[in-house]
């Protein structure tokens, strides 16, 4: 495949360019341009980070295979730039560095909330968290909502499509015994309902013993990760007689910050737990920078495990792998240049790390800075699934299989968030933010991603503009509780 410049792929509504970043070095895409006899545009600001030899994401048309199986793994609470591939100076991920380089790097990837159980409402069922009432609970705490059974779900789209659908991991989408994964869609559940759990232990926020299989408990005591680890390597190593997907969601590195082999601070945490102390999974007062690396790099290593046992299968070229965070980075993340962190519609809460990878479809070594979030994930994955979202509940996210198989530009179109106290929405480059100051603000992403430089006074039209598409979009929403 040629190595064409992205900027040649120009969004006609705003006039700047789909890649306006560059993000392999000025001189590699110059040249290349050159070579295929086009004119490069000038190299704006430079990305954060590059990886040698990655270039600007170009389809591989003439490429064809079956429907990929679907391996989408998340992790939770990881910050975006917590892998060593997105500027990291001390977490080495080299698996998870692996496999974008083997595909895509998503740059400006977003979740579709702040918070874990929000963003799995808008995966899995491709819309607005707002579009139903378990999604007003950021998160989810108690057992009074949930996904509800009847709601399409990316699952059971699937499955209508000949798909076996699997979950294994964090669900935080509902307790027992009105929602489950296998109440919406998914043949087999493995793994923690609540939004935390003590990782040896199983006990969760409120004392409970919270590992299933199916609906039932299932008793382990090992170290969490490295269970979750093996199910889903089993998951993928079996005779499947039909595509399948596997959702893995670890909860890593989510607090408490506990890592394999730290016995003796976990038998501290469970014994606050059982003295009736509801705080104690907080583990306000534990963890470090070194702990959390050390979890972050555990992490790295049981996907680059799991991958492992997937090629070990032979499904490796029909898989399409996707990995990213739930939301942005908590207490001990690694978010530089972004503010913010998990819980807040600033970058740093809601720009998460993101790679994906086909290679029965997709090359290699490229990176893509089209702003994309969980919904549109959704819809890709039905459209390249071959199933059909349910007329009655309309995605709010886009497929972007047109463009990662056709070199189809997206239309430019908002990206909307609405969490308690905080808007924001990103239209291009711009995003219109007002946090729980009441202040509405405006940046420009493309040079500011701090979100330092408010541009409101300067650019009031287009403020007013961003802020009332913004109204638009929420009117249609269900509204949060009163008092709430």
């Known amino acids: ?31 290349a341009a050159a070579a295929a006899g086009i004119q490069a545009a000038a190299p704006a600001a430079a990305a954060p980070v590059t990886t040698p030899g990655e270039r600007p994401f170009r389809a591989a048309r003439g490429k064809h295979a079956r429907r990929p199986n679907i391996l989408f793994i998340l992790g939770d609470d990881l910050g975006w730039a917590d892998l060593s591939s997105y500027g990291a100076p001390h977490i080495r991920t ?44 950021e998160p989810i705490a108690d057992r009074s909502v949930g996904l509800e059974p009847t709601h399409p ?45 003590e990782y040896y232990s199983k006990l969760g926020l409120g004392g409970e013993y919270d590992l299933y299989e199916g609906d039932a408990e299932y008793k382990d005591l090992r170290y969490y990760t490295r269970i979750l680890t093996e199910r889903a390597s089993e998951y993928v190593q079996r005779d499947h007689d039909k595509p399948w997907l596997l959702n893995l969601n670890f909860t890593t590195p989510h607090w408490p910050w ?87 519609l600033q970058e740093g809460g809601i720009r998460v790390p993101s790679v994906l990878r086909w290679p029965a479809r997709i090359d290699g070594h490229q990176v893509s800075d089209l702003p ?76 500011d991603q701090r979100e330092q430089a408010d541009r409101a006074a300067a650019e009031p039209k287009r403020l007013a503009g961003l802020r009332a598409s913004w109204e638009r979009t929420n009117s249609g929403l269900l509204p949060y509780p009163t008092g709430s």
């Open 258 to 344: 506990i890592a394999d082999g730290d016995t003796e601070a976990s038998a501290e945490i469970v014994r606050r737990i059982e003295a009736g102390d509801r705080g104690a999974l907080w583990n306000a007062d534990g963890g470090s920078v070194e702990k959390y690396t050390e979890m972050v790099e555990d992490l790295d290593r049981s996907v680059g495990e799991v991958l492992k046992a997937l090629k070990r299968s032979g499904q490796e070229e029909d898989t399409l792998v996707f990995f990213a965070s739930d939301n942005g980075g908590e207490r001990f993340s690694y978010n530089w240049p972004l503010s913010g962190n998990k819980s807040s």
């Open 372 to 447: 994309v979030f969980s919904p549109d994930w959704t819809a890709t994955l039905l459209e390249l699934g071959g199933a059909r979202p349910d007329p009655a509940h309309p995605l709010d996210g886009v497929s972007l299989a047109g463009y990662l198989l056709r070199d189809e530009v997206p239309e430019e179109r908002d990206l909307f968030w609405r969490v308690r106290g905080e808007r924001a929405l990103r239209r291009g480059d711009w995003k219109y933010y007002r946090g729980k100051g009441g202040a509405d603000q405006l940046f420009n992403l493309a040079d």
């Open 1 to 31: 495949m040629t190595s064409r410049d992205s900027n040649m792929h120009a969004d006609t509504r705003s006039g700047s360019p789909l890649s306006r970043r560059t993000f392999t070095t000025a001189v590699g895409a110059t040249a």
């Open 153 to 197: 779900t990316l699952a059971s789209l699937l499955r209508g499509a000949g798909y076996a659908t699997a979950l294994i991991g964090k669900w935080h989408c509902g307790y027992l015994p009105d929602y489950s994964p296998t109440k919406s869609g998914w043949d087999e559940f493995f793994g923690n309902f609540g939004g935390a759990l």
């Open 94 to 137: 080299p698996n998870l560095d692996k496999l974008g380089r083997q595909g895509v790097r998503f740059t400006d990837a977003y979740a579709g909330s702040a918070t874990c159980s929000p963003t799995r409402f808008s995966l899995y069922t491709g819309r607005y968290p707002g579009r139903t009432k378990g999604g007003l609970s």
